[in-house]
């Protein structure tokens, strides 16, 4: 089991954003401990007025909100009632059991995680210390339940650090199969929290392979100018479907500002793929002496690497982009380097394909004169061996006159005999 403790200025977001993937689908609440009823009966404003009742009571505090996320190993699927129980062990072992707290299981990802939100402020206004919790507090925890609910150990062998937090897999969303709101907020989120993108246009770059779009607006309108999002489903085409949803009315939030928080920091943490990436490219080239268009598309897809040109109305191509899905990265062309860019590509390619194939003289050809020299050139070139060949079969040692017209005289000379 993997423990995480987040803690937070606005109890009212936190609790949105449980209540938002409870709305969309990809959550349900399974306890609320000590809010006096019981959990069908419970709406929105008593689970936040609960919170803000405790908050208000000490207003000096501005971190008040409190974010626990317990991760299970994929290969395990406790049921509802174990989780309350861990839940509740857990938050009795870390100082919060007195506390009201509500445990939300989230069904977003490939392995079972509960989500608990709470507040830090107690009943007479106090503040639980937050200080170095995971350390004295958190961990010790999580091994005591780990032995107890005999849960795969977050130490050991048996659950890799990509299991503990490893994300469901990504799905084009169909309009028309799921809400739509839905489909575009489980497409987006885990694009969002997956892949190191750097802009708007990469971002939508990868957006685009699972059928949305994240749209700013035309830059005449008051949308673009307030620096405004909306997201919309594509179709087969390529064309907008449905209704588009404005971004800050999705789970996370992830509007432009948002968004371009991200940008610096993915820019970090995509460097180390950025070589990786290059030499790809690289080796499709030197398969082919020529090479289309089209062929080094499919050849990197093969390697689950996406390419997309970009062409102007005219139809002009001016970029290119790469999206490598499984290091989950997007580069500009002009990101890797000046023959990387479309311009750099555009020049290598040709009409036709043509491999590159080793060529060498078959073993049951080599004459004689090819076993006298054994070097490479001799018998791996055609041209050497063209040659070669001619020289054999062209002259005789006679003036010149060809060994068949030779071989021919001689018969008829025997015939003649006869």
């Not at 190191?196 to 100018?225: C, P």
């Not at 194939?357 to 049951?364: D, F, G, I, N, S």
């Amino acid at each position: 089991m993997v423990a995480r403790i987040k803690s937070g200025k606005s109890i009212r977001g936190l609790l949105n954003y449980n209540e938002n993937k409870v709305t969309a689908g990809s959550a349900q609440l399974i306890m609320a401990s000590l809010f006096g009823t019981e959990l069908e009966n419970l709406k929105f404003f008593d689970k936040l007025n609960r919170f803000q009742h405790l908050t208000e009571l000490n207003d000096r505090v501005k971190t008040n909100s409190v974010h626990v996320m317990l991760n299970f190993d994929e290969s395990e699927k406790p049921d509802t009632l174990t989780l309350q129980q861990i839940a509740t062990a857990y938050m009795d072992r870390i100082g919060f059991g007195d506390q009201p707290y509500l445990v939300y299981k989230h069904n977003d990802a490939a392995h079972a995680h509960i989500h608990i939100v709470t507040t830090n402020i107690e009943a007479d206004g106090n503040r639980i210390s937050l200080h170095n919790i995971g350390k004295t507090l958190s961990e010790p925890a999580r091994k005591e339940l780990e032995t107890e609910f005999n849960l795969v150990k977050a130490d050991s062998k048996a659950i890799s650090k990509a299991n503990r937090i490893k994300p469901i897999a990504l799905e084009k969303a169909e309009y028309g199969k799921t809400p739509t709101k839905r489909a575009i907020t489980n497409v987006v989120s885990a694009v969002v929290s997956q892949y190191k993108f750097t802009s708007l246009a990469e971002f939508n770059a990868v957006l685009k392979q699972f059928n949305v779009i994240a749209d700013r607006g035309k830059e005449d309108t008051l949308m673009f100018e307030k620096k405004g999002l909306i997201y919309s489903i594509l179709d087969e085409k390529g064309n907008k479907i449905g209704i588009p949803f404005k971004a800050s009315s999705l789970n996370d939030k992830p509007t432009l500002k948002n968004l371009e928080a991200r940008f610096s920091q993915n820019e970090e943490k995509r460097k180390p793929f950025k070589e990786n990436l290059k030499g790809n490219i690289d080796k499709v080239f030197r398969k082919y002496k020529g090479i289309t268009k089209s062929t080094f598309i499919n050849e990197l897809q093969k390697r689950n690497i996406q390419v997309v040109f970009r062409q102007n109305e005219q139809g002009i191509t001016y970029g290119v982009t790469f999206i490598d899905n499984f290091n989950k990265t997007v580069f500009n062309g002009s990101d890797l380097g000046k023959s990387y860019t479309a311009k750099g590509l555009t020049e290598k390619f040709g009409t036709v394909d043509q491999l590159i194939r080793p060529t060498y003289l078959p073993a049951t050809q080599k004459t004689d004169y090819l076993k006298a020299d054994e070097s490479t050139d001799q018998y791996l070139q055609p041209t050497a061996f063209d040659k070669l060949l001619h020289n054999l079969m062209g002259k005789g040692g006679d003036g010149g006159a060809p060994l068949v017209t030779r071989k021919k005289k001689k018969k008829n000379e025997q015939a003649k005999g006869l």
